[in-house]
């Protein structure tokens, strides 16, 4: 017997001894179909193994792994191990829970593959499959999921399994490609990419979809990257009817342990994602991209830690702008607005706001300034003034239930100042679940606070928003004031908004009016309040404004539905 045939005959016994934790084994020959199948498959599929002979594996994989788990048998050459993937079956009893699968494809039998897989792998860091919910086209999760979960992970990968690499892979020239592609074709081509990734990444699961062009992975050192973007350009250009495919660029970073200890990792790479997605696909250059990179992680790394600093220190301002009825000119209330930098004057804080969305930081931001803001009321209170002052929260944070119950246990120690205290929701594009903002809303105003919906008409869902919020107010963006005075066309909408809020009982705020020729024209448009440097620049001393005379709540309930 020579020694092939021997190799073949011992099959059995190699298999057993390669997996012997394993709770499933298999082979399958060169096409992925299971020749051979060991352990308990009836208890988990509902199969014996004679049944699964002669399937294709692929058709016992859950459908969200499927394409992982092609990519992973197609890209690991001869000799090569798949090392480590997360994924779950689909047997006749239904889906199994997460497994990890590691094998081998090996030369001396016919290329075929043994795989392993068991349940519960006590000695890898467990990971549970990603649901198909919130996940995209390309079953990877978005930019904001991938950058929690991945953060989540990398504590314990750090320790766990040595060090792993951020690989981003920008892929140019593949939005055009999309377009010539029939729709099916289009999400088998976002399926493969998803597949690809995610057959390289750490646990088969650390991979997501940073926009329609960028893709991000965490893996470990020791992968060959160069396999993983050549079988990308291949997929690309398979799926192209002009052959041309797509452009791979891609850029890979060390993890270092500092953003990983600190505890920040999370938060670390959802801004990179988010300044990635950014780049300029003309100005992308591989070596400028790993420097920018590197960079932008110590940036970024610092830039948390001192926002950190601002917000322990509650180093921060509020400057105050009149909101005024435009019958009688006096200031209804004054909007909070935040300042940070006060030594180089009344700044916006736009960017610095803007960074801590993308840094997810915002929940604990708006806290801090909801709390400087009612604790300036109840002292303005203590000495006479009675003040009413409209704080701006994002949209993230009205969604998020901690921030929501941490801001009503802050008003239960202001309770006093119910009158005083109104919101605007700002950021409303980052409004994920309306449902469950409203239901924040509407706590908020049962505990007998205004709410007002800010820059309304800014984004594409304005009049959804509209629907799915019961508000008290709306800001009209700034835009659509000015467009107004400017086109026909601007005129309407802005009319059209108006009159909207006017039959659904909810008064209407015009932002940056500038000039005395907007009022009358906003009164006719059946504006109730306007806000701008006409009336007044933001202040820190609200003495600069008239005092307003009376406290009234807004009303707006005449023609309301
Ligand atoms: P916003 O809530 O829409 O605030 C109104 C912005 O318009 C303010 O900019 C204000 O200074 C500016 N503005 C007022 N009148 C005029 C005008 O007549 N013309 C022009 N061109 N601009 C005018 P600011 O203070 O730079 O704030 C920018 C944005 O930053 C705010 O927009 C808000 O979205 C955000 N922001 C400010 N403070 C906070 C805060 O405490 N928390 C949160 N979450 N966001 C804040
Ligand atoms: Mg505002
Ligand atoms: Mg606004």
Redo the contacts with the bound molecule.
């Keep these: 017997m020579d020694s092939f045939a021997a190799l073949r005959q011992d099959r059995d016994r190699f298999v057993a001894l390669a997996f012997s934790s394993a709770d499933v084994l298999l082979e399958l020959d060169g096409e992925g179909e299971v020749v051979f199948a060991g352990g308990s498959t009836a208890a988990l599929l509902g199969m014996t193994n004679d049944d699964l002979v002669g399937r294709p594996f692929i058709s016992v994989v859950a459908l969200n792994d499927r394409a992982m788990v092609e990519e992973a048998l197609a890209i690991s050459g001869v000799g090569a191990r798949i090392n480590g993937l997360v994924l779950r079956l689909e047997g006749v009893l239904g889906t199994t829970p997460p497994m990890l699968m590691l094998g081998y494809r090996l030369a001396e039998m016919d290329n075929h593959y043994f795989l392993g897989l068991r349940l519960g792998a006590a000695d890898a860091v467990a990971f549970s499959a990603p649901n198909s919910e919130g996940l995209m086209d390309s079953g990877l999760p978005d930019s904001r999921t991938f950058a929690k979960l991945a953060g989540e992970k990398l504590a314990e990968l750090a320790y766990e399994q040595g060090e792993c690499e951020l690989t981003m892979v920008q892929l140019r020239g593949i939005d055009d490609l999309r377009q010539r592609l029939p729709a099916a074709g289009r999400k088998s081509l976002n399926q493969a990419i998803g597949g690809a990734l995610r057959a390289s990444a750490v646990g088969g699961e650390l991979a997501g979809e940073i926009d329609s062009r960028s893709y991000g992975l965490i893996h470990h050192q020791d992968l060959d990257i160069s396999i993983l973007v050549n079988r990308v350009a291949d997929i690309a250009r398979e799926a192209d009817p002009e052959k041309t495919g797509v452009d791979v660029g891609h850029s890979t970073l060390g993890l270092d342990k500092a953003i990983i200890r600190k505890g920040e990792a999370a938060k670390a790479l959802g801004y990179i994602f988010t300044q990635f997605a950014e780049t300029d696909p003309n100005e992308f250059s591989i070596s400028s991209l790993s420097d920018g990179l590197e960079s932008m992680v110590d940036t970024t790394v610092h830039r948390i830690s001192e926002f950190r600093t601002i917000l322990n220190n509650a180093e921060f301002a509020i400057?105050f702008?009149p909101i005024v009825d435009l019958q009688t000119r006096r200031p209804h209330h004054f909007?909070?607005?935040?300042r940070f930098n006060v030594e180089s004057g009344n700044k916006?804080?736009?960017e610095t706001?803007t960074f801590a969305e993308q840094a997810g930081l915002?929940c604990d931001?708006?806290l801090a300034?909801c709390a400087k803001v009612f604790e300036w009321i109840d002292r303005a209170c203590m000495q006479g003034h009675r003040y009413k002052v409209a704080?701006?929260?994002?949209g993230s944070?009205v969604g998020n239930p901690t921030f929501v119950s941490a801001l009503h246990r802050l008003l239960q120690q202001y309770r006093g100042h119910r009158d005083g205290i109104l919101f605007?929701v700002?950021?409303s594009a980052k409004i994920k679940d309306l449902g469950k903002v409203n239901a924040a809303l509407q706590s908020l105003r049962k505990a007998g606070h205004q709410v007002c919906l800010?820059?309304f008409g800014a984004g594409a869902a304005a009049f959804q928003y509209l629907r799915d919020l019961e508000v008290d107010v709306v800001?009209i963006d700034?835009a659509y004031v000015k467009g107004a005075q400017r086109t026909a066309k601007g005129v309407a909408f802005l009319r059209a908004m108006a009159g909207l809020c006017n039959d659904l009982g909810i008064a209407t705020v015009a932002?940056?009016?500038?000039e005395e020729s907007y009022v009358p024209f906003l009164k006719d448009c059946g504006v109730d309040f306007g806000?701008?440097?006409?009336f007044g620049?933001?202040s820190f001393n609200v003495s600069d404004f008239e005092a307003p005379r009376s406290s009234d709540r807004i009303r707006k309930m005449s023609r309301a539905v």
């Design positions: 400057a702008q909007e909070a607005l935040a916006s804080p736009y706001i915002i931001f708006d300034m704080v701006n929260i994002s944070s605007e700002t950021e800010d820059d800001k700034g932002e940056m009016v500038e806000q701008g440097y006409l620049r933001p």
